[in-house]
């Protein structure tokens, strides 16, 4: 992380910042931060703009060089970016999509309520413990041969639902339906698929979850309902997981492959870590269909996750997933890369959009939306921490039209994971929760530590100004009563 950033910037209005092209020469468009005034000055601690500013050096890019309210010091590209270039002219850079490529978030909705969940939640939350395979190291209990692993790559959450692990209806409540097209596993190396033969159905380590919450708060009862949402106190379950050690792998191989070829393309880049090829080369086309190998592998480890959870949950309470109306709210991707149509300039344009650490937030009658979510746009999931909230929200005409329709994706981290090792020495996180009503098992206490809420920005912060600018609004609070970390 640099010092804190003292470069030009320019407030818009409430919830916009301009980082004029003038800024720096060789800038292509100008940078724009979705932030209020107070957390401006909490953004600049950590001298991300200064990435954002970097980011619009790229090559074809359009509109602007964006950045979320959960902006951070990432790898090239700023966590919390979006950036989208033009197909033909335009790149493609692995740092724009980060490591975990498809990290991502999955709600499930049950007709389960907070009064009866209480008193078996140490049940309850134990049982998942034992079921959903967590931590850095862990193993799946899907043990796949070389063959299945091509197909889950090209077949993504489909190949668990043609196994029985889960519902077809699952499939039209995700992003893409679950499963990118244009994916090839011969462009995935031997190592990447070591590393993740073996992690199917796991939910990793560091800031990934599987939480039990309860419905707080209902902001829009008529987009609320239309998701699932009936009332106060109805118990959701979020994951956050994505491509685990398979992306990791996939995308440093790729880093690699495009940092090699940056003096043939002759780009002038400020930061060797924003390595790109043209979508066109055969780099950028490589790098393309295994990214969407390791995206569909992380859609596929949601999907199998989410099943078992449904399985623990009907064990626990003698019943069925069916019974229990254990449906799928939606599953939405927040690092990924993908070919979309936006208008710009009054015309309909084939881009790229870069999201890193950024959801996908498209409005009511967009075509790529199932018709159960037509008449009100898409559920766009952010997760919070683990002892404060989570929010549901909708996509909006407004996102289309300024972010390529993106949103925010999650709190932020504003101190690292050694200074909130360093905060909690001779603190018991477990307990704090504990004392608040919230129930925790993990598999390495110091992951509680690195992840504790003072760790993060506070995530109403964040879709608050998500919400006042219009790029997605709020739907419902979802507060954490049991939570499993690796």
């Not at 949601?302 to 064990?315: C, D, G």
């Not at 921490?385 to 909708?394: A, E, I, K, N, T």
Request: proline share 4%.
């Amino acid at each position: 992380m640099g010092d804190y950033w003292k470069g030009l910037i320019e407030p818009v209005d409430d919830y916009r910042w301009r980082i004029p092209k003038k800024y720096k020469e060789g800038m292509r468009v100008d940078g724009l931060i979705y932030a209020s005034k107070r957390m401006i000055e909490q953004i600049k601690q950590d001298n991300a703009p200064e990435q954002v500013a970097n980011v619009a050096f790229l090559p074809g890019i359009q509109g602007h060089s964006i950045a979320m309210p959960d902006i951070h010091w990432g790898y090239g590209f700023p966590i919390g970016g979006v950036a989208a270039v033009d197909a033909e002219e335009g790149v493609i850079s692995p740092g724009g999509v980060g490591y975990d490529i498809n990290c991502g978030v999955r709600l499930l909705r049950t007709d389960l309520t907070e009064e009866k969940v209480k008193p078996k939640l140490k049940e309850l939350v134990d049982q998942l413990f034992r079921d959903v395979p967590a931590g850095f190291g862990g193993a799946g209990l899907i043990k796949t041969e070389m063959s299945d692993l091509r197909e889950v790559m090209t077949k993504g959450a489909g190949w668990m639902v043609e196994h029985s692990y889960g519902w077809e209806e699952d499939l039209l409540r995700s992003e893409a339906g679950g499963c990118l097209p244009m994916a090839f596993p011969d462009t995935v190396t031997k190592r990447a698929i070591e590393r993740g033969k073996n992690q199917l159905g796991t939910l990793g380590g560091g800031n990934h979850f599987l939480e039990i919450q309860v419905v707080d708060e209902i902001y829009d009862e008529t987009v609320a309902e239309a998701m699932g949402i009936t009332h106060k106190g109805q118990i959701t379950v979020m994951i956050h997981t994505g491509s685990r050690g398979f992306g990791h792998q996939t995308c440093q191989d790729h880093l690699d492959v495009m940092e090699q070829a940056q003096k043939r393309f002759e780009f002038e880049l400020p930061d060797r870590q924003l390595a790109c090829a043209p979508l066109k080369s055969e780099e950028g086309q490589t790098y393309l269909a295994a990214m969407y190998c390791a995206a569909n592998f992380a859609f596929a480890n949601r999907q199998a996750i989410a099943h078992w959870t449904r399985q623990a949950f009907a064990k626990i309470f003698n019943s069925s997933p069916e019974s229990l109306a254990f449906q799928q709210i939606y599953d939405v991707a927040h690092n990924i890369a993908k070919m979309e149509d936006h208008v710009i300039n009054n015309e309909s344009k084939r881009v790229c959009v870069h999201r890193k650490g950024a959801t996908r937030a498209f409005p009511a009658g967009h075509p790529e939306l199932p018709d159960v979510y037509q008449p009100v746009g898409q559920p766009v999931l952010i997760p919070g921490d683990m002892g404060r909230y989570s929010f549901l929200m909708v996509g909006t005409q407004k996102a289309m039209e300024e972010t390529f329709g993106t949103t925010c994706h999650g709190a932020g981290r504003m101190m690292s994971r050694k200074g909130a090792q360093r905060e909690a020495q001779g603190r018991n996180i477990a307990k704090e929760l504990e004392s608040q009503g919230i129930l925790v098992r993990a598999q390495n206490k110091a992951t509680l530590a690195e992840e504790a809420s003072y760790a993060y920005k506070d995530v109403a912060d964040v879709v608050g100004v998500c919400h006042g600018a219009g790029i997605a609004l709020r739907v419902a609070k979802l507060r954490p009563i049991g939570v499993v970390k690796g």
